[in-house]
């Protein structure tokens, strides 16, 4: 069994060393950061950042309070910003070769590990400002929740004082200044709360119309089970993935049609429609060469707010004149069902999944924040009571 980071750690430190403290969990995970922190700043700092390289700039030392830069440690990209006088801190890979590797660089530049959270040198707190301290536990919980590298730059970006500046906002006895932060956290508390929660997506659609391949080939894996005999999908099949920095968990929900076979199939078709209020978005697929929407499910789109989109699945079957043929067909479909977006794919050549996937994001997030918005993390406004 590989011996914990923690378990290798010296439990003491001399005084006057300088400190390096694993602050996330002591296990695999997205992000991990790592605190260096000294007494007073050495005469040279640099041997401490010898394997650290921003852009063109080898050994390159973070000098600017506050500043995130991002870089390479060694092979590792990392994210390193100095947050204090005497503090550094360096964001990297979850995973526990890159932990150790980091460490164990700062630990041959002349470096105390310790996992004791009274050796490092915090400042006195007792007089901190309450919503300082209330902002940086909201950060350290997004940072160990988040589960990607563009999340985590999201966050790190939060750490010059904004979210102090909006919770203080969210209080505030002007009645205008406390209504445009609300309209702050209004806007963006779902972007914000998926930086750190993946974003849920059900496949749904008649049984056979291809949702266990085709959330394969997106995940590209052999995740579900794939049958040519309708209602092999009697549950709900989750498989999580990354698209462009984004967290997407998929559900390959069971087939729904009208005359379950067994009470397994029915049951299975029962939990994928009671799912459909708790989502973000549905992609109904649908097989191209056999255009057919359940009654069933037509209602209950047509009666939810849950965006879906329309993919027309097995489309590399279709000749010239079939797609002619049932061109009726897929109108008839477009008439009854409102889709935020059409896409055309195939799961068994993996046409259209590219585009299938840039839609799914550009629905999800048809807008980013500006850089210098503040973000209503979790933790930050929910103990609030909220301007209408």
Same mark, same amino acid.
């Given at each position: 069994?590989?011996? $914990?980071?923690n378990d290798?750690?010296?439990?003491?430190?001399?005084p006057?060393?300088?400190?390096?403290?694993?602050?996330?969990?002591?296990?695999?995970?997205?992000?991990?950061?790592?605190?260096?922190?000294?007494?007073?700043? =050495?005469?040279?700092?640099?041997?401490f950042?010898?394997?650290?390289?921003?852009?063109?700039?080898?050994?390159?030392?973070?000098?600017?309070?506050?500043?995130?830069?991002?870089?390479?440690?060694?092979? +590792?990209?990392?994210?390193?910003?100095?947050?204090?006088?005497?503090?550094?801190?360096? /964001?990297?890979?979850?995973?526990?070769?890159? @932990?150790?590797?980091?460490?164990?660089?700062?630990?041959?530049?002349?470096?105390?590990?310790?996992?004791? =959270?009274?050796?490092?040198?915090?400042?006195?707190?007792?007089?901190?400002?309450?919503?300082?301290?209330?902002?940086?536990?909201?950060?350290?919980?997004?940072?160990?929740?988040?589960?990607?590298?563009?999340?985590?730059?999201?966050?790190?970006?939060?750490?010059?004082?904004?979210?102090?500046?909006?919770?203080?906002?969210?209080?505030s006895?002007?009645? +205008?200044?406390?209504?445009?932060?609300?309209?702050?956290?209004?806007?963006?508390?779902?972007?914000?709360r998926?930086l750190?929660?993946?974003?849920?997506?059900?496949?749904?659609?008649?049984?056979?119309?291809?949702?266990?391949?085709?959330?394969?080939?997106?995940?590209?894996?052999?995740?579900?089970?794939?049958?040519?005999?309708?209602g092999?999908?009697?549950?709900?099949?989750?498989?999580?993935?990354?698209?462009?920095?984004?967290?997407?968990r998929?559900a390959?929900?069971?087939?729904?049609?009208?005359?379950?076979?067994?009470?397994?199939? /029915?049951?299975?078709?029962?939990?994928?429609?009671?799912?459909?209020?708790?989502?973000?978005?549905?992609?109904?697929?649908?097989?191209?060469?056999?255009?057919?929407?359940?009654?069933?499910? @037509?209602?209950?789109?047509?009666?939810?707010?849950?965006?879906y989109?329309?993919?027309?699945?097995? $489309?590399?079957?279709?000749? /010239?004149?079939?797609? /002619?043929?049932i061109?009726?067909?897929?109108?008839?479909?477009?008439?009854?069902?409102?889709?935020?977006r059409?896409?055309?794919?195939?799961?068994?050549?993996?046409?259209?999944?590219?585009?299938?996937?840039?839609?799914?994001?550009?629905?999800? @997030?048809?807008?980013?924040?500006?850089?210098?918005?503040?973000?209503?993390?979790?933790?930050?406004?929910?103990?609030?009571?909220?301007?209408?």
């Amino acid at each position: 069994m590989t011996p $914990s980071l923690n378990d290798c750690a010296e439990k003491t430190a001399s005084p006057g060393a300088i400190l390096v403290r694993l602050l996330t969990a002591d296990c695999p995970g997205a992000v991990a950061v790592i605190e260096l922190q000294v007494s007073e700043r =050495p005469t040279d700092i640099a041997p401490f950042f010898e394997q650290f390289a921003s852009g063109a700039q080898r050994s390159f030392v973070p000098d600017q309070l506050n500043r995130i830069i991002y870089g390479r440690w060694r092979s +590792e990209d990392v994210v390193v910003m100095r947050t204090a006088a005497n503090r550094w801190e360096i /964001h990297c890979n979850g995973g526990r070769a890159a @932990i150790s590797q980091i460490m164990d660089d700062l630990k041959a530049a002349g470096g105390t590990i310790t996992d004791s =959270p009274s050796a490092v040198l915090q400042p006195d707190q007792s007089n901190q400002d309450p919503d300082a301290r209330i902002v940086e536990q909201v950060l350290s919980q997004a940072l160990q929740s988040c589960r990607t590298l563009d999340a985590a730059r999201w966050i790190l970006s939060q750490q010059d004082g904004r979210l102090i500046s909006l919770r203080k906002a969210l209080r505030s006895g002007n009645s +205008e200044t406390r209504r445009s932060a609300w309209e702050i956290v209004r806007r963006w508390k779902e972007f914000a709360r998926h930086l750190t929660d993946p974003f849920r997506i059900a496949l749904m659609g008649a049984p056979n119309a291809g949702k266990s391949s085709l959330i394969n080939a997106l995940a590209g894996k052999q995740r579900a089970i794939v049958s040519e005999i309708p209602g092999t999908t009697r549950d709900v099949l989750e498989a999580d993935i990354v698209f462009n920095g984004w967290m997407l968990r998929l559900a390959d929900t069971a087939g729904i049609r009208d005359s379950a076979a067994s009470s397994i199939e /029915h049951s299975g078709i029962q939990r994928a429609m009671t799912m459909m209020n708790a989502v973000d978005l549905i992609c109904v697929i649908i097989d191209a060469t056999n255009p057919v929407v359940d009654e069933a499910l @037509i209602r209950q789109l047509q009666s939810i707010t849950v965006p879906y989109i329309l993919v027309w699945n097995k $489309s590399d079957l279709l000749t /010239h004149s079939e797609a /002619h043929t049932i061109a009726q067909q897929r109108t008839n479909i477009h008439r009854l069902l409102t889709a935020v977006r059409d896409v055309n794919v195939s799961a068994i050549t993996g046409s259209g999944i590219d585009q299938l996937l840039v839609a799914i994001k550009e629905t999800l @997030i048809p807008q980013e924040p500006e850089n210098d918005c503040p973000l209503p993390l979790r933790g930050l406004w929910e103990d609030l009571a909220e301007c209408k």
